[in-house]
């Protein structure tokens, strides 16, 4: 393990913990959970249909964990599967009418922070806090970094 004073490294963990929280707006009343959003919006942005094995890996979330999320998204009807003729186990998950218009109401509360310090911090200097947290979570993820 490298030799790190542990009380510097606990200072800078708590300021990108502060970060984090104050990206994170507090739940909008009714609505769905940040996790939810995450994976509505997984599948909205994608160019190919994604299995709940897509998403496990994509968002980091156990198997278990994942289909929990399904489940309350089906239950909401944010979510459909749509099974496979060959593998009538195997399925592939898309998006409501109900999901996408659930999905643009989250995205103007939940990226009004991300908004704002774009503004203030300015686009180049956003640029570069995006490529540089892109590079951050490619190597915690044990993944080659690209540039």
Not at 26 to 51: C, H, N, V, W, Y
Not at 59 to 77: F, P
Not at 90 to 95: D, Q, R
């Amino acid at each position: 393990m490298e030799n790190y004073n542990w009380l510097d490294m606990m200072e800078k963990m708590n300021e990108i913990r502060l970060f984090s929280s104050l990206h994170i707006r507090g739940k909008r009343k009714g609505a769905t959970s940040p996790q939810e959003i995450d994976m509505l919006s997984r599948i909205f942005i994608s160019d190919e249909a994604k299995t709940p094995l897509d998403l496990s890996v994509l968002m980091g979330l156990s198997k278990s964990a994942v289909s929990r999320l399904i489940e309350s998204l089906e239950k909401k009807e944010f979510l459909e599967k749509q099974y496979s003729e060959k593998d009538k186990r195997s399925y592939t998950l898309y998006i409501t009418e109900k999901g996408h218009q659930e999905l643009q109401q989250a995205y103007q509360h939940y990226l009004k922070p991300i908004y704002k310090l774009r503004r203030t911090i300015g686009e180049e200097r956003f640029n570069s806090l995006l490529t540089q947290i892109k590079e951050a979570n490619s190597l915690l993820q044990n993944k080659e970094v690209t540039k």
